[in-house]
């Protein structure tokens, strides 16, 4: 078995077009599995939060059906058809099988469901042309699927579940032990000033506005990506994030009409961030720093 286990590693080493092409078929499988995810929990810890104030008041906690990341089975939400094996393959099946709609009403299926599938394909076999076949790759594919994840659900509900953010920080903070991407006194410094420097900017802002201008998670998230990549790409991080942020902001604010007081969720810029620093790290340092 592990002579057969090393002639697959190898094979695997040797021919990067066949690493690649198997990342994105991974990928595609994952991104799924990410769509239940991002749907599923916030709904979650939704259901965790009410449970906790029943306990407090000393009601009983009643749970009609198990909701969990595998149960119930996908259905569509109008008509409640299963989704089969059929239906559930990546991007293949939208596109060819269900042409868009469900196979029971008819009713559209949103588009964001291959694109979310079709994203994660394409970032992971980036990610596996980038580092190829190494054991960093592994934690970068990780790394990749909690961003995304991060991205949708902030954009969707405005939270960045904690189920995701701690430990994707502690996964920093166990790569670099052995220089990762960054050494560990580095990524220990990182993780401290990106969860500080956010914090400092929410009081601030709210000492001067009386508003709360982001949420913990947005502190976590940047501790996070200060873990992975160390103290010196956190300016880069930021600066690129808040770019970002600021010309979309007005970009909707002034071509869609988009209301001034409709929070804008600051996680996905900051996955952004994190993937350009994924990418781009070193040079993205040397850049400012020179």
Known sequence: M???FSDISSLLQGN???????SVIFGLMVGSFLNVVIHRLPK???REWHNNCLELQGKEITEATKYTLAHPRSACPKCGHKI??????PVISYLLLLKGKCSGCKT???VRYPLIEALTGLLIGLVSWKFGYTSLTLFAWIFTFALIALTFIDFDTQLLPDDITLPLL????LLNLNNGFTDLKSAVIG???GYLILWSVYWAFKLVTGKEGMGYGDFKLLAALGAWFGWQLLPAV???SSVLGAVIGISLIVFTKRGREIPMPFGPFLAIGGIAALFLGPQLASYYLT
């Open 108 to 110: 559209a299926i949103s």
């Open 16 to 22: 990067t077009t066949l690493f690649i092409s198997i």
């Open 170 to 173: 502690w996964l920093g903070l």
């Open 84 to 89: 089969t094996a059929l239906e559930n393959i």
């Open 238 to 240: 930021i600066l690129l």
């Open 44 to 46: 979650m810890m939704e």
């Open 191 to 193: 993780a401290m000033a």
């Open 2 to 4: 592990f002579s057969g």
